[in-house]
């Protein structure tokens, strides 16, 4: 897993967004507001972030989680 994770499903739910609605007022497509959506997105175009805080009205921080904590820990 890694250590950034992407908030906006916290963001969507609290406001009663829903994907499409979430697209429309960013400007992405479908498919890239639903990899945001599930904190599927790999790599994030500065554009893109730049679109999403500007669409929902909120600060980086509230779109971008850092974590320290390992979903997959070496074995032992």
């Known amino acids: 897993m890694m250590p950034v994770r992407i908030t906006v499903k916290r963001i969507l739910d609290e406001r009663g967004l829903n994907i499409s609605q979430f697209a ?3 400007g992405l497509s479908y498919p890239t507001a639903l ?5 599927h997105a790999m790599r994030i175009e500065l554009e893109t972030l730049a679109a999403v805080i500007e669409g929902l009205g909120v ?3 509230d779109v971008l989680e850092h974590t320290k904590e390992n979903k ?5």
């Open 35 to 39: 990899s945001w959506y599930h904190n």
């Open 24 to 26: 429309a007022k960013t």
């Open 59 to 61: 600060e980086l921080t």
């Open 72 to 76: 997959n820990p070496a074995p032992r």
